[in-house]
């Protein structure tokens, strides 16, 4: 069966993502049970799983009320306390959601939350807030060596894989973006098409693995041109990629 994606707005920034086949649905992240609902009766689909990538209630808030509507698996990380959760899962598992003929591998990507994972499947990853478009997620509970690691699983990923993050971040981090690298055509090209998206009300996402590495500075820490200005921000030499993601990572924590 055909798989059709779709980005359901929530909160203020945070998308949840719907995954359509055969008249079923996946929903990913529901930190908000109303957004999912709505869009299931309007389409008259049956919601076959829900998938939590990391603990935080704008992310997994939704998935016990969704659960128990639609006596539905709720699938997230065995490293992370979320009550919601009927099956826990870890790197090498695989997710199959039979109604749907879909089948996701699961990555361990710590950084943000100590337990995060994404899950990957039909040239789709569902990263949550590890990887933003142009971004990544803050080092709430890991460490930069971790969330290093963790991108790096990611960008390896192939090129045309969709990158369907957690939340509309895109134009914010290409400003940020911008500053490391000035001189990055793509990160220009880039933000004239997100902007022009967000004029007219609609999603920069999913991105591109392939995008992403040409325009996300913390995918590209091994670049010289990133590692100069994350020198220029420490003042001092910066070159080891881990300590160039550090120093970028505290200053987009910073910029404005």
Not at 27 to 42: H, K
Not at 105 to 115: E, F, K, N, S, Y
Not at 216 to 244: I, T
Request: with cysteine; charged share 20%; aromatic share 6%.
């Amino acid at each position: 069966m055909a798989l059709e994606l779709t980005a359901v707005p929530a909160f203020r920034d945070n998308y949840i993502w719907l995954l359509v086949a055969g008249g079923a649905a996946i929903a990913v992240d529901p930190g908000d049970a109303a957004p999912v609902r709505s869009a299931l009766s309007q389409r008259q689909l049956k919601l076959a799983a829900v998938l939590v990538t990391h603990h935080h209630p704008d992310h997994a808030g939704g998935a016990a009320a969704l659960a128990s509507e639609y006596h539905c698996p709720v699938y997230g990380p065995a490293q992370e306390m979320i009550p919601a959760l009927t099956q826990t899962v870890k790197t090498g598992d695989e997710v199959l959601i039979e109604a749907l003929g879909a089948r996701f591998r699961v990555l361990d990507v710590p950084g943000h939350t100590a337990g995060h994972v994404a899950y990957h499947g039909h040239n789709i990853v569902f990263c949550g807030d590890t990887l933003f478009s142009a971004g990544c997620g803050r080092l709430f509970e890991g460490t930069a060596a971790q969330m290093s690691e963790s991108l790096a699983k990611l960008a390896a990923l192939p090129g045309q894989t969709a990158v369907c993050c957690g939340h509309e971040y895109t134009l914010a981090n290409l400003r940020f973006a911008q500053a490391v690298e000035p001189g990055n055509p793509d990160i220009l090209a880039y933000a004239q098409g997100a902007k022009g998206l967000r004029e007219q009300g609609r999603p920069t996402l999913p991105s591109r693995i392939a995008l992403e590495r040409q325009v996300n500075p913390f995918l590209r820490c091994a670049e010289p041109s990133v590692a100069a200005a994350a020198s220029r921000r420490a003042g001092r030499a910066v070159s080891d990629p881990v300590e160039v993601f550090a120093v970028i990572r505290d200053w987009k924590d910073n910029f404005t």
